[in-house]
């Protein structure tokens, strides 16, 4: 697969990514949506890797001729994991993977993102735990979480997984907002607990604290532990 590709921490090494400052801004891919999609992953084949955007900057990982941008924690498809660590904060921080997903725990070690103080972050698919453990945390007044649009092929709506085959949690408190909209997409939703050995929590606490899905009515602790 061909992808403008940022690595932090891999194989059994120790890394940071510190992007941080109003008039900062990031981008990987191509802004005309024929080249190469941005794509960062953080801790592979057993490094210790963290992510850190903060104080009004921003990173657009830009979708490519065949995939969206994207972001993974601890791990690929195709290779394990290590420790990874996601803090998005400030106001006017904000995270895009343009048209594509974030995985937090992708595959073997352990993983953390956590969102505060006004952050946002922005995707079509959002993961926490898939094969790796994983706590997602959006915490505070004005941060908020945008799953929009449609996959597709096969077309399917923005979409929000809570351990799929692994542990995980979810946790929106002290006023923090999450929104889901189809677009047009079949099956807009989230879902907690897939497939054997999928263990997971969402928990939404604290006054103003919001989860809302516009396009369907696709809610589903299944499949798995809740």
């Excluded at 006004?118 to 959002?126: I, M, N, Q, R």
């Excluded at 809570?162 to 542990?167: D, H, K, L, P, T």
């Amino acid at each position: 697969t061909a992808e403008v590709l940022l690595e932090v921490g891999d194989a059994t090494a120790d890394g940071a990514l510190i992007v941080e400052g109003q008039d900062t801004m990031v981008t990987l891919g191509s802004d005309t949506g024929t080249g190469d999609n941005g794509f960062v992953r953080v801790a592979e084949e057993g490094g210790i890797g963290s992510f850190v955007l903060r104080d009004g900057a921003q990173m657009h990982l830009l979708a490519g001729e065949e995939f969206g941008g994207g972001m993974q924690l601890s791990g690929g498809s195709d290779r394990d994991g290590g420790m990874a660590s996601a803090d998005i904060t400030g106001d006017g921080t904000l995270l895009v993977a343009d048209a594509g997903s974030i995985t937090v725990g992708r595959n073997v070690g352990s993983s953390t993102f956590t969102v505060s103080d006004g952050a946002d972050v922005e995707a079509l698919f959002f993961t926490s735990g898939r094969d790796g453990t994983a706590a997602t945390i959006f915490e505070g007044e004005g941060t908020t979480l945008t799953l929009a649009g449609a996959q597709v092929t096969p077309e399917f709506g923005a979409f929000l997984t809570v351990a799929r085959n692994s542990e995980g949690s979810f946790l929106v408190s002290d006023g923090a907002d999450v929104t889901i909209t189809g677009d047009g997409g079949d099956f807009p939703g989230f879902q907690v607990g897939r497939n054997d050995g999928g263990v997971g929590t969402l928990t939404v606490t604290g006054a103003g604290s919001t989860i809302t899905i516009d396009g369907a009515d696709n809610v589903d602790v299944n499949g798995g532990e809740t």
